[in-house]
């Protein structure tokens, strides 16, 4: 089993403030992946990375691939309420499993 | 992407008894998963739902208490049997899309064992 270590376990931040979560590993993953999931809701796919070094900017949320395909970042920019979530990094390796970090909980406070 | 759909969306059972869960794609895929997620954690994967072949187990699950149909490229259930307490979580179905290195989640099915 291929380990994803997220850090912090949890976030609370007053809306307008930037955020950044951290999705680290020991082991080199093909693709990397990070979700949100709201409660009662299954996980939503906010991008997938595959390249090392890679950068991914989805208008206030970027994301950024270690060179070594070992670790994983989310920044958040301005953050809203609405931005409030579970967020999970999973990492992908080439018999299309997941290994999915324990998750970041995000509280943005209005 | 993938618009997948799980039926029921939530339920509460009794113990001893059984639950199949659906699990429909709008397109044929090849990949198909099965999670659970224990209340307050992240996602553990079940099982790899192969079309035409029995279902890939991981460590901790077995057939006998996750049974899992895979009878064509856009359907999947996953039984859970003989249920109790411990089995309370919710369980969510996955579609690997081809060639994107993405997995696709359905909306889950929280179950609640009596």
């Known amino acids: 089993t291929q380990l994803l270590e997220q850090s912090p376990q949890f976030l609370s931040i007053q809306e307008g403030e930037n955020l950044t979560v951290y999705c680290n590993s020991s082991s080199v993953f093909s693709s990397l992946q990070w979700y949100r999931q709201e409660p009662g809701e299954g996980p939503v796919l906010l991008v997938t990375?595959?390249?090392?070094?890679e950068v991914k900017k989805l208008k206030r949320l970027t994301f950024q691939f270690g060179d070594a395909r070992k670790d994983s970042s989310l920044h958040i920019t301005a953050a809203q309420p609405g931005d409030t979530g579970l967020y999970l990094c999973?990492?992908?390796?080439?018999?299309?499993?997941?290994?999915f970090g324990a998750g970041t909980t995000v509280t943005v406070r209005a | 992407s993938a618009v997948i759909s799980q039926k029921p969306s939530r339920d509460i059972c009794q113990r001893g008894t059984s639950l199949t869960i659906q699990c429909q794609v709008d397109s044929q895929v090849t990949m198909m998963f099965w999670y659970r997620q224990q209340p307050g954690q992240s996602l553990t994967l079940i099982a790899t739902?192969?079309?035409?072949?029995?279902?890939?187990?991981e460590s901790g699950f077995v057939i006998d208490k996750f049974p899992i149909s895979r009878p064509n490229l856009t359907f999947s259930t996953l039984t859970v049997s003989n249920m109790s307490p411990e089995d309370s979580s919710i369980y969510l179905c996955?579609?690997?899309?081809?060639?994107?290195?993405?997995?696709?989640f359905g909306p889950g099915t929280r179950l609640t064992v009596l």
């Open positions: 999973a990492g992908g390796s080439n018999d299309y499993k997941l290994s």
């Open positions: 739902a192969n079309q035409g072949s029995e279902a890939t187990y």
């Open positions: 996955s579609v690997e899309v081809a060639s994107t290195d993405t997995q696709y």
């Open positions: 990375v595959v390249t090392g070094g």
